[in-house]
């Protein structure tokens, strides 16, 4: 694919205290973007400075949210080299996306030159400490100028790249998730294992509900039964009851996080037999009234592993190994991070370095 530049004259000062960057809130000198046209197919693949987008009111996005989205990151090693973590696995996870909404998918190889271009270019941005990463996102969106719900015919693709500060500034703190039993996030048939913006709207008022509660993230159940667990917040979650690490099965609602897929195959590769499967709210909170809910934890590009410390279900409170991380958690924690920032081997190929 050709990448046509168009880099900037002016590029931006880059951030010198790298301890303030928080999560998305700073971005780089350019993105890359594509045009697609139901006629022509995919072109125009460019790299500009980064700038808004123009989008004309009735565009799709805007009114039937057809969009989707993937989250990785550029993790820079200590001798300065920059690279990447399974990006194939967003790749082909966008593509899946893409699928379930009917939306454009691009050639893998293409998707993946695009990121690793784009990432050179702003190489620089990757900032330096250890935690700290430049954030990754890429999005589609259906960009038809018209009202009509039908086959869509224009779509745009867009990188852009956020330096980002160390999730864990503060350190490692378990955090407070409350079981939600009214709203659900997906169902079934519809498009819980898509990364599409739509999740997110349909989760936003339970968020909000915890968080005026005291709790950081809700803990999803099933659409239908509401009675089995599906996940947290935006990330995967996983147990460990009565010696076993057990995490609910991927059944169509549930994301297929690529951090869980590690999680999973890293445990393996050290002989353990960690379950996929359909886990109960009340099996849970029957294991943490009875001590057998060792650690629980949420998993996710973002945080890497994030510590749950207290669960709410139905009026009680439930504390989690005192409150403190496990160290199951904090081994997955220390193993997964030792990969992606190059402090260790990657035995398992899942690194791709930036030139
Ligand atoms: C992105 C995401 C995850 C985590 O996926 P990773 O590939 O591990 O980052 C989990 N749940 C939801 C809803 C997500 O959007």
């Not at 999560?23 to 594509?34: A, E, L, N, S, Y």
């Not at 934890?297 to 989690?320: D, F, M, N, Q, R």
Request: glycine fraction near 10%; charged fraction near 25%; proline fraction near 5%.
């Amino acid at each position: 694919m050709e990448i046509k530049m168009n880099l900037t004259a002016a590029p931006k000062e880059k951030p010198t205290d790298e301890s303030k960057l928080g999560f998305g809130k700073v971005f780089t000198d350019h993105m890359f973007v594509m045009d697609w046209d139901r006629a022509t197919g995919w072109h125009d693949a460019r790299i500009e400075p980064l700038a808004p987008l123009q989008l004309h009111p009735a565009a799709t996005v805007l009114h039937y949210g057809l969009e989707i989205f993937e989250g990785m990151k550029a993790y820079r090693t200590a001798e300065g080299k920059v690279q990447l973590f399974r990006p194939t696995e967003n790749v082909a996870r966008m593509n899946r996306s893409a699928e379930r909404m009917s939306m454009p998918q691009m050639d893998p190889e293409d998707m993946l030159q695009a990121i690793k271009t784009l990432v050179s270019v702003e190489k620089d941005w990757v900032p330096h400490g250890f935690g700290t990463s430049l954030y990754i996102r890429p999005f589609l969106i259906g960009n038809d100028e018209t009202l009509g719900v039908h086959t869509l015919h224009h779509a745009k693709y867009v990188i852009i790249c956020s330096p980002s500060g160390s999730y864990y500034a503060e350190g490692i703190n378990p955090v407070k998730i409350m079981v939600e039993d009214e709203d659900v996030r997906a169902v079934r048939g519809g498009t819980g294992f898509a990364k599409c913006g739509g999740n997110y709207g349909a989760a936003q008022r339970a968020g909000e509900r915890a968080e005026t509660l005291g709790y950081t993230q809700v803990l999803w159940l099933d659409g239908v039964d509401r009675k089995y667990i599906e996940e947290v917040g935006a990330m995967n979650i996983m147990f460990k009851i009565d010696g076993k690490v057990v995490t609910p099965k991927l059944n169509g609602s549930i994301l297929p996080g690529i951090t869980r897929k590690s999680i999973l195959e890293l445990l393996r590769a050290e002989g353990k037999d960690p379950e996929e499967r359909l886990i109960s709210v009340d099996e849970l909170i029957e294991a943490a009234e009875n001590g057998k809910l060792e650690e629980a934890w949420g998993c996710g590009t973002a945080a890497v592993v994030s510590p749950v410390g207290w669960l709410y279900y139905k009026g009680k409170e439930y504390e989690i190994n005192n409150g403190k991380i496990g160290p199951t958690t904090q081994g997955l924690y220390d193993k997964l991070t030792a990969i992606q920032w190059g402090k260790t081997e990657d035995k398992f190929g899942w690194i791709v370095p930036v030139e």
